[in-house]
């Protein structure tokens, strides 16, 4: 891993001549552009050519401020040229993309040019050109614990400068798989916008808490003042549930990549990762030699995980097949049940003291569901992750899975069990009915949200 102590130039901002010339004129680009990255209407082609010229001659004049991507930059010049030379058809960038590597520069405030053909999740479904302007967070503490017990080569957490429209919605990942390419590579890096996550977070448990009449704990209260301590927070965080993914007892691959499977198999394995960060927090906030900055952060981390899956997980996105919703559910109930979280006379709380056993516990749970799965076939694993869940929340009462095996098509490919899940297998229960309805707006608002506009309109 290359280190180096800070950017070798004087930082660019959002108002930097050329960089509003690149974010202009990717922009004018995308409403010429078909979901799969190509422009069809020769008639737009003329027009294309003009703003592909911009976009490169703005990369030619900002590459000098970008040393450590400069052999990315030359390719994606290079990359968008022969796109325009062939006619603008569907784009490939793949030469560009395995050019940049993010990740063997990680230093903290070290900014990086992203421009590519790409979509963005939790935004736009089309390979348009969208251009970013980032940089790296990775305070000390961070690179001492990435070079212990939790190494992840591939992490990389960052922070909004600026951004085309692609970017001004709930998407805070810059995955290299979203990238227009002719072949898919390894992937060598993913980053995080630890900004617009701790961004979210801010201000939907700001008005959370008001709302339930929540009485923060000191170290919660400091998260929602201080937008820096929050996006280390969730540094932290991310490193540990990254990489989760790839390690315990799995069933094969938990995500079974490009198999159809039931949307809560998704909410165990997410859910996974984040206790497993939780477990790993309360352990480093308990060891007495680890590094106090580590120390304090890991009992921050612990606050986050728990208040952003309650509030904005459970309620935030549609209820058709809404993974992350459910694992938020499920959190919810599960403390509420095991009796450290309690809604009495109209006011939420939480005895801190016990949640961090009762909420290790369900982790150990959903672990103990994947060292079993092995030893069972497909189904079986997956109607013991439907009872593992619906021990705890009650299932839609239409739900032909809550009638149990005997109600299932068993005898059939597993995708008949899977089109047997209602899009909400799991609905909110009266207390989120209500939430949702007080705090739609809170959340709707962090669409597009960044450290500058934290807590603007909270």
Not at 183 to 192: E, H, L, Q, V, Y
Request: hydrophobic share 45%; proline share 6%.
């Amino acid at each position: 891993m290359t280190t180096i102590a800070a950017a070798p130039l004087a930082k660019i901002t959002p108002d930097n001549a050329a960089w509003i010339a690149l974010k202009t004129a990717a922009t004018a680009l995308q409403p010429l552009q078909a979901q799969d990255g190509s422009i069809p209407d020769p008639t737009g082609h003329g027009t294309a050519t003009v703003y592909v010229d911009a976009i490169v001659g703005a990369i030619e004049t900002l590459a000098p401020y970008f040393p450590h991507d400069a052999g990315y930059l030359e390719l994606v010049t290079e990359d968008f040229r022969a796109w325009r030379d062939s006619g603008f058809g569907v784009p490939d960038f793949l030469s560009s993309l395995m050019a940049f590597r993010p990740q063997e520069y990680r230093a903290d405030g070290l900014q990086h040019l992203v421009v590519f053909p790409m979509y963005t999740q939790n935004g736009s479904t089309s390979r348009l050109v969208e251009a970013v302007l980032v940089e790296v967070i990775w305070p000390d503490f961070i690179a001492t614990l990435e070079a212990g017990n939790y190494s992840n080569k591939l992490f990389v957490p960052i922070r909004f400068l600026d951004f085309t429209p692609g970017y001004d919605t709930n998407s805070a990942v810059l995955f290299p798989e979203t990238v227009a390419v002719s072949s898919t590579p390894k992937f060598t890096w993913g980053a995080i916008f630890a900004d617009r996550e701790a961004a979210r977070f801010r201000r939907v448990l700001k008005a959370a808490a008001a709302t339930t009449s929540l009485q923060l704990p000191p170290g919660a209260a400091e998260l929602v003042e201080d937008q820096a301590l929050t996006e280390r927070t969730f540094v932290m965080w991310d490193l540990i549930h990254d990489r989760t993914h790839m390690r315990g007892d799995l069933p094969f691959d938990p995500f079974m990549i490009k198999q159809r499977m039931p949307y809560f198999l998704y909410s165990l394995e997410e859910l996974r990762c984040d206790l497993t960060a939780f477990r790993e927090a309360v352990r480093i906030e308990r060891d007495e030699s680890a590094p106090a900055e580590a120390r304090r952060h890991a009992k921050l981390v612990q606050y986050a995980v728990i208040f952003d899956r309650i509030f904005r997980f459970a309620i935030t996105g549609t209820r058709v097949r809404n993974y992350d919703g459910l694992g938020g559910q499920l959190l919810f109930a599960w403390m509420h049940q095991h009796r450290v979280l309690n809604w009495t006379d109209s006011q939420l709380s939480i005895d801190w003291q016990e949640a961090p056993g009762v909420v290790v516990e369900l982790g150990a749970r959903i672990e103990e569901l994947y060292w079993r799965s092995i030893d069972r076939p497909k189904t079986a694993h997956w109607i013991a992750a439907y009872n593992l869940i619906s021990a705890t929340l009650t299932p839609n009462p239409a739900s032909v899975w809550a009638k149990g095996p005997d109600a299932l098509a068993l005898d059939g490919p597993p995708r008949g069990l899977t089109d047997q899940v209602l899009d909400d297998e799991f609905p909110l229960s009266m207390f989120y009915e209500a939430l949702e309805k007080k705090l739609r707006t809170v959340v709707a608002s962090t669409s597009g949200i960044t450290a500058a506009t934290a807590l603007d309109g909270a």
